[in-house]
């Protein structure tokens, strides 16, 4: 067997296909929760503890000399990292939840008894064909 041949039937099956769908989802989800908390969730926090903006927060270890840039350790982005992590985690410990719910439901449900046979049904009516003859 060929590797492209391989590769393809690899490829094609459902499992991968989904989790191609869920990386796609996932990285569009997670550009949203990041423009989310850079641009609504960061500014009125950062207003409300003195007008800082948390992107801008670092610690210079080595000041700028020349054409040498500062070092700076920018703890204000790990901390926007943070919240878009917490926030993806909690959307999706959001969406388990629901569907853990739903499943649940299903799994409740009676299930319904099973109908009765063509040979259960025929000995059904002789059975009330006997009745009627035999009051």
């Known amino acids: 067997m060929s590797m492209m041949k391989e590769f393809r039937e690899f490829a094609m099956r459902g499992n991968v296909v989904d989790m ?69 985690a909690f959307a999706i410990f959001m969406v388990i939840k629901g569907m853990n719910s739903m499943k649940k439901k299903e799994e409740e449900k009676p299930a319904e008894p099973p109908k009765p046979s063509a040979e259960e049904k025929l000995l059904t009516e002789i059975r009330d064909l006997l009745k009627q003859q035999n009051p």
């Open 20 to 88: 191609a769908v869920g990386i796609v989802i996932g990285a569009a989800f997670g550009k949203i929760v990041s423009s989310f908390v850079n641009d609504v969730l960061m500014p009125p926090i950062g207003l409300a503890v003195g007008g800082v903006d948390f992107s801008d927060l670092a610690v210079t270890l080595k000041e700028a000399s020349g054409e040498v840039a500062a070092v700076t350790l920018n703890y204000g982005s790990f901390v926007q990292t943070v919240l878009d992590f917490v926030i993806i």
